[in-house]
């Protein structure tokens, strides 16, 4: 029996040895599998990378662009209106330029006023428009209480009864508000 004990034990030792190559030959394509995937993965990852890369590039070159837009519509934001005004103010410097010849002041005076006129109706143009304040309810988002003073009647409390400076609007935009006196 110990010739048969000994090539039993020698036909499992083989198979036992056996075994282990062929998990050795499994694991080895496990491997190389599972390096494929990381080559791919990483690969994955770098491309990933450089679109991110390229976005964070091209944003950042959005902004400086904006930046830059925007510095310039406040640097020559006020161009348009300035053209508008010049031939207002050649027409001041020649009115100026004959009032020294000029003798009859209700001429002078009539030729301002069409100047000023000319001038406001240019600024309408633009957007700007007066507020009126007479007579209209106080109302603090377009009128500042300078003075208050006893109302001449009971309807008018509460009412604008003079207008020390003129308030103005820009595209429905207070830009400067009415300094008046209030009836109380």
């Known amino acids: 029996m110990d010739k048969e004990n000994l090539e039993q034990e020698e036909v499992e030792l083989e198979a036992e040895v056996e075994a282990p190559a062929e998990e050795t030959e499994q694991t080895e394509a496990e491997d190389t599998s599972v390096e494929a995937q990381l080559e791919k993965a990483l690969a994955q990852v770098e491309e990933y990378k450089d679109k ?12 400086k662009r904006i930046i830059k837009e925007k510095a310039d519509l406040i ?33 002078v005076k009539e030729g301002v006023e069409l100047i000023i006129e000319k001038f406001l ?7 700007l ?14 009128h500042e209480a300078i003075a208050m003073v006893p109302a001449p009647s009971d309807e008018m409390k509460g009412k604008v009864l003079d207008c020390v400076q003129t308030g103005y609007m820009l595209n429905d935009k207070v830009i400067r508000h009415a300094k008046v006196a209030v009836a109380e």
């Open 52 to 63: 991110y890369l390229r976005q964070v590039a091209e944003f950042d070159n959005y902004r």
């Open 75 to 107: 640097k020559n934001g006020g161009e348009k209106v300035i053209s508008a005004i010049l031939p207002i103010i050649d027409d001041f410097e020649r009115a100026s330029d004959n009032m020294a010849k000029m003798e009859d002041v209700a001429a």
């Open 121 to 127: 109706s240019t600024l309408k143009k633009e957007g």
């Open 129 to 142: 428009e007066k507020i009126d304040a007479v007579g209209q309810p106080f109302d603090v988002d377009y």
